[in-house]
């Protein structure tokens, strides 16, 4: 008897090294704040709003199927990740997360932060030289 195998595509921005950086980052605030949860609840649900808004932005933009959206997406999950990295500040500062988790996230923010930005510089281009494909889709000539 064969069994069918069903074989789930990634999305292309799956493979990319910011969208990678920003999976780990949320992994790892869901781990972190887990300890004080109870004594900070309104900051723990702020930073793992944070941390998930910036992957599902990229999710959205990307599904909506125009290097427009897609662009403002990332820019978007750009800017939840800063609100992230201040509330890190803030946590480490106040002695709620080590200075060796810290430097961890801060590593990830920045690696984040700066691939995040070249990728916008070719979609741009991309956007320019009208060469954009939307996903899942053929383009007709």
Known sequence: M???????RRAAYENLKFYQDICEI???????????RKT???????MRDASRSAKQN????????????FIHSIKISQGSLEELSGDCEDCRDD???SEEEFNKLAAL???????STRYLESLYKMERD???KVPG???RK
Do not use: N
């Open 58 to 69: 990229i999710r959205e933009g990307y599904k909506r199927g125009t290097v427009g959206e």
């Open 109 to 115: 923010f920045q690696s984040a932060s700066y691939m």
């Open 137 to 139: 889709h053929t383009r």
């Open 40 to 46: 900070h609840p309104k900051l723990v649900s702020q």
């Open 95 to 97: 002695k709620l997360i």
């Open 2 to 8: 064969l069994h069918k195998v069903t074989v789930i």
């Open 26 to 36: 949320r992994r790892f605030i869901y781990k972190i704040t887990e300890r004080f």
């Open 130 to 132: 009208e060469t954009w």
